[in-house]
């Protein structure tokens, strides 16, 4: 079965441009979270969503948003962007909403705005 | 607002060594307690999840702790290998269920 996916993996942008980052969850999975990670950092929680729904939003500026689709993938969108959005975005699924089992991640997207 | 802290940041040892990394928290209103793997570059393995009602976990030569009273949890590596050199994440998962607050990893080189 193949795990989750993230696309693009990496990605060059320059100051004030929008990016979509794109994830899918492994199958069956209905929730998708997303996370960043600024090199030397542990993961910051971004957002989650279950079943097509906002379930949490981490402490980041309205620049960022996020969607699920009826099929469970999921976007992340990033507007003006900043030097600091430079990280490595990471997508997680999970069968059930939030955190309480394992969470598996992908390899995630590497943004740099230069 | 909870705080994760990994001692020590980075840790270099010869290949066979056991070790114990250090995870500690500030709020012990956990749900669950998980350890990752994280080679250069690439996303999160999970290797153990710790639910707060529990003590240790175990997997293959990975164990993992967990006082909760205390705010602390240990995973230990039994006879490393050059191949367990990544980086080693601990995080907790509060109340909300929601999210997983992280440490900021403890960097592991095996040398063979």
Not at chain 1, 20 to 30: E, Q, Y
Not at chain 2, 35 to 64: C, H, M, V, Y
Request: net charge positive.
């Amino acid at each position: 079965d193949a795990g989750v996916t993230q696309s693009p993996t990496h990605l060059i942008k320059t100051r004030g441009q929008h990016v979509t980052l794109r994830c899918s969850p492994i199958s069956g999975h209905k929730s998708v979270s997303w996370y960043q990670q600024v090199l030397g950092q542990g993961p910051q929680f971004i957002f989650q969503y279950y079943e097509k729904e906002e379930r949490g939003r981490g402490n980041f500026p309205d620049r960022f948003s996020a969607r699920q689709f009826p099929n469970y993938s999921s976007e992340l969108n990033v507007n003006a962007l900043l030097l600091g959005d430079s990280a490595l975005y990471l997508c997680a699924s999970s069968q059930i909403s939030g955190s309480r089992e394992k969470l598996f991640f992908g390899s995630g997207t590497q943004l740099s705005v230069l | 607002k909870q705080e994760v802290t990994q001692i020590p940041a980075a840790l270099s040892v010869p290949e066979g060594e056991n070790l114990v990394l250090n995870c500690s928290f500030t709020d012990s209103a956990i749900y669950n307690l998980q350890w990752f793997r994280q080679d250069p570059g690439k996303g999160l393995t999970s290797l153990l999840l710790i639910q707060s009602s529990q003590r240790e976990q175990t997997s293959g030569r990975l164990n993992a702790s967990l006082d909760k009273s205390s705010g602390r949890s240990t995973l230990y590596i039994a006879a490393s290998q050059p191949g367990d050199s990544a980086t080693y994440l601990c995080a907790v998962v509060g109340s909300g269920y929601s999210t997983l607050t992280f440490g900021k990893g403890t960097m592991l080189l095996v040398s063979p």
